[in-house]
């Protein structure tokens, strides 16, 4: 079956990095867009970063600089660093899997940025 699973969140002070990672398995990995969005307490859910089948990419404003979207399809693995984190960035980090109209998520993981 499909299984997307995030890894990599935790608690962090403002301006460190953290690098989140989400293995996929169950479907042609190399096939998909990838993307990670993010939920904030109270907010709703938002695209932070994708990464189609052939390498493009995208970024949202607010992360534009900071944050790089990789992957890595030997690993069927999408990764997303973050630098020069900020309390903003505080969120439950979510993996997503697209091609067409067929998408799957990761159950996410959490990123908190404080000191």
């Known amino acids: 079956q499909v299984q997307l699973v995030e890894s990599g969140g935790g608690l962090v002070q403002p301006g460190g990095s953290l690098r989140l990672s989400c293995a996929a398995s169950g479907f042609t990995f190399s096939m998909y867009t990838m993307k990670w969005h993010r939920q904030a307490p109270g907010k709703e859910r938002e695209l932070v970063a994708s990464i189609t089948s052939d390498g493009g990419r995208n970024y949202a404003d607010s992360v534009k600089g900071r944050f790089t979207i990789s992957r890595d399809n030997a690993k069927n693995t999408v990764y997303l660093q973050m630098n020069s984190l900020k309390p903003d960035d505080t969120a439950v980090y979510y993996c997503?899997?697209?091609?067409?109209?067929?998408?799957?998520w990761g159950q996410g993981t959490q990123v908190t940025v404080s000191s």
């Open positions: 997503k899997a697209e091609i067409l109209t067929i998408g799957f």
